[in-house]
T-cell receptor
Framework: EAQVTQNPRYLITVTGKKLTVTCSQN?????MSWYRQDPGLGLRQIYY???????DKGDVPEGYKVSRKEKRNFPLILESPSPNQTSLYFC??????????????FGEGSWLTVV | RKEVEQDPGPFNVPEGATVAFNCTYS??????FFWYRQDCRKEPKLLMS???SGNEDGRFTAQLNRASQYISLLIRDSKLSDSATYLC??????????FGRGTSLIVHP
């Protein structure tokens, strides 16, 4: 089954304790991205990657890191989480193919609470 | 000016009503357009692509107006299950997708 899988789905952590949210897709997509969603603010892009070893900042990259060592994986790293990073996070991927219309596939989301 | 703008709503309509949402975009070089549906705190899912000639999928009709730089979504015969947030997505010339903040629809009995 074609899917984007992110883990953990739910996490409560403490300020300053490094954490990683993993994301994996099995569709061989070039494009992957991380978003956070907060009430009233919609989806905001954190980082994106057009291909292996190619990453770029989105709209709200501060406090986050990413890496793209393999095509299928795109982990989101919070080196020193703070309470303002409490949010719902979505990983997404897309084939980046004009013929397919660049449909975006989302993971189920990760609820992160930083106390 | 935000790149993609939507009326946040909520649009509160009775079952069976017809409702329409618009989404305006600022980048005239935008290449492709989509409507996504998001249920409460779940992941967005593709509802339909929007083609230049307009397209229809059952009760849903999407239109693109390049001259005025907006896309629209029309829902006929609304069902309770249509209650959700509808996100407009626009791919610019660089194919980086830009999301609108979404329009909330509430269909009541």
């Amino acid at each position: 089954e074609a899917q984007v899988t992110q883990n953990p789905r739910y996490l409560i952590t403490v300020t300053g304790k490094k954490l990683t949210v993993t994301c994996s897709q099995n569709m061989n997509h070039e494009y992957m991205s991380w978003y956070r969603q907060d009430p009233g603010l919609g989806l905001r892009q954190i980082y994106y990657s057009m291909n292996v070893e190619v990453t770029d900042k989105g709209d709200v990259p501060e406090g986050y890191k990413v890496s793209r060592k393999e095509k299928r994986n795109f982990p989101l790293i919070l080196e020193s989480p703070s309470p303002n990073q409490t949010s719902l996070y979505f990983c997404a991927s897309s084939p980046w193919d004009r013929a397919s219309g660049n449909t975006i596939y989302f993971g189920e989301g990760s609820w992160l609470t930083v106390v | 000016r935000k790149e993609v703008e939507q009326d946040p709503g909520p649009f509160n309509v009775p079952e069976g009503a017809t409702v329409a949402f618009n989404c305006t975009y600022s980048n005239s070089a935008s290449q492709s357009f989509f409507w996504y549906r998001q249920d409460c705190r779940k992941e967005p899912k593709l509802l339909m692509s929007v083609y230049s000639s307009g397209n229809e999928d059952g009760r849903f009709t999407a239109q693109l107006n390049r001259a005025s730089q907006y896309i629209s979504l029309l829902i006929r015969d609304s069902k309770l299950s249509d209650s959700a947030t509808y996100l407009c997505v626009v791919n610019g010339g660089s194919y980086i997708p830009t999301f609108g903040r979404g329009t909330s629809l509430i269909v009541h009995p």
